[in-house]
């Protein structure tokens, strides 16, 4: 029995890899690295799609579901609080600021609270006021280990922003022509997908004078298939 184990342990990156290849469940992916630092090691060497996600109820239970088999999964703090999900990260809302939690190594990220936006009206007796709303988290997206991006909402407006982990503010947002339905990052560019099935690409660069991420161009173009 002893020299079975053995021989299991030192088995080869390529056997290893036919077997993670059929894994398409992450929790799946963890669980056979953590058989030992053998197999955690040829895990970490091997190619491998983007696994399936984990799908969440937003039913206050904390209960998330692994697919391709349905298994329910609860991960320890995980509660009512999450607003989003980006690849691993939940995404908290906390008193003042957004807390993103990877539940499968416990690594942690802070980025700032959703931003605030100051319009000025007119009140009943003619004096103009500042009205403040915050902005709703719609989507959040870990672009990079130094990029991030977030869909926010303002009743009817939606909001694009930038901001890089551990950022004290978001970077300018910028306010979308239209009712956007979702985000996504490919390539070096930000792509919103309106309710219309119209797709925007959104160019990224950086600040020269303090490196924060930022929206290139004034005026959004429309993205070709």
């Known amino acids: ?36 630092k053998q197999w955690r090691s040829a895990a970490q060497q091997i190619a491998l799609p983007p696994p399936l996600p984990l799908l969440a109820l937003k039913d206050g239970s904390g209960t998330f579901y692994s697919m391709p088999r349905g298994e329910p999964l609860r991960f320890p703090g995980c509660d009512d609080d999450i607003v989003t999900a980006s690849g691993n990260w939940l995404v908290y809302n906390r008193l003042h600021c957004l807390l993103l939690v990877d539940p499968f190594c416990g690594a942690t990220m802070t980025l700032p609270s959703p931003p605030i936006i100051y319009c000025p009206y007119n ?21 990079s280990p130094h990029l991030i991006a977030a869909l926010f909402q303002d009743g009817s407006a939606f909001w694009v922003a930038l901001s890089r982990p551990g950022a004290s503010s978001w970077s300018v947002a910028r306010k979308l022509p239209m009712w956007i339905f979702d985000i996504a990052f490919y390539k070096e560019k930000l792509y919103a997908v309106s309710g219309w099935q119209d797709l925007l690409a959104l160019d990224i660069s950086v600040d020269d004078n303090n490196g924060d991420p930022q929206v290139a161009q004034k005026n959004f173009r429309w993205a070709h298939p």
Do not use: Q
């Open 123 to 143: 009140s009943d007796d003619g004096d103009e006021v500042d009205y403040s709303t915050i902005f709703v988290l719609v989507k959040l997206i870990v672009c």
């Open 1 to 36: 029995m002893k020299g079975a184990l053995s021989s299991w342990s030192g088995i080869p990156v390529e056997l290893a890899g036919l077997v993670v290849h059929h894994l398409h469940a992450h929790v799946d992916r963890v669980r056979f690295a953590a058989v030992c």
